[in-house]
T-cell receptor, first 110, second 116 residues
Framework: KNEVEQSPQNLTAQEGEFITINCSYS?????LHWLQQHPGGGIVSLFM???GKKKHGRLIATINIQEKHSSLHITASHPRDSAVYIC????????????FGGGTRVLVKP | DGGITQSPKYLFRKEGQNVTLSCEQN?????MYWYRQDPGQGLRLIYY???????QKGDIAEGYSVSREKKESFPLTVTSAQKNPTAFYLC???????????????FGPGTRLTVL
């Protein structure tokens, strides 16, 4: 079993819809990261969080440490949000090594 | 502009040849990393370096080698010993070396290596 699991693997939405991507992990972590990878391959860091909630524009990330779960929400989705969203965790027991989920491929149709 | 550059974007090599992927950053970051990405899989750490002239093996270091002679440069050599070298390779850097890998990492655009 992977230490970081994302769901769904693929998601298709209509422009304007609210999107939620989930990330579950099975180990003690120091921080959780949400990353965005565009079709060209480049990766951008969206959020790093260790508790609570963060918001940036139409993106919201939440984490529940007790339940070992994080969600990334996209409000009023737009075709330019189409990308792969990757969850990564810093694992305490491994010297804060970053372990990555397999990613969620999001397609927003106009 | 500050950032991380990787070159080339696409690289083709014959089986059995060594190949070196370039990674340069002008962010003045101490720590640099190399990851490999395969279709449908999460990124996996190959090597990382927290400081000049020092580097550590990641999870899948076999068949790879690195050097860190300058703060801004962290080249990765894919050797002929790497059994399945065809993949997308991403370089990253972060500001705080003493906190290892929990800091925000800044990624380069990647190099897609295809071994024929």
């Amino acid at each position: 079993k992977n230490e970081v699991e994302q769901s769904p693997q693929n998601l298709t939405a209509q422009e304007g819809e609210f999107i939620t991507i989930n990330c579950s992990y099975s180990v003690g972590i120091s921080a959780l990261h949400w990353l965005q990878q565009h079709p060209g391959g480049g990766i951008v860091s969206l959020f790093m969080l260790s508790s609570g909630k963060k918001k940036h524009g139409r993106l919201i990330a939440t984490i529940n440490i007790q339940e070992k779960h994080s969600s990334l929400h996209i409000t009023a989705s737009h075709p330019r949000d189409s990308a792969v969203y990757i969850c990564a965790v810093g694992i305490k027991a491994a010297g804060n090594k970053l372990t990555f989920g397999g990613g969620t491929r999001v397609l927003v149709k106009p | 502009d500050g950032g991380i550059t990787q070159s080339p974007k696409y690289l083709f090599r014959k089986e059995g040849q060594n190949v070196t992927l370039s990674c340069e950053q002008n962010l003045n970051h101490d720590a640099m990393y190399w990851y490999r990405q395969d279709p449908g899989q999460g990124l996996r750490l190959i090597y990382y370096s927290q400081i000049v002239n020092d580097f550590q093996k990641g999870d899948i270091a076999e068949g790879y080698s690195v050097s860190r002679e300058k703060k801004e440069s962290f080249p990765l050599t894919v050797t002929s010993a790497q059994k399945n070298p065809t993949a997308f390779y991403l370089c990253a850097s972060s500001i705080e070396s003493h906190r290892v890998r929990t800091d925000t990492q800044y990624f380069g655009p990647g190099t897609r290596l295809t071994v024929l």
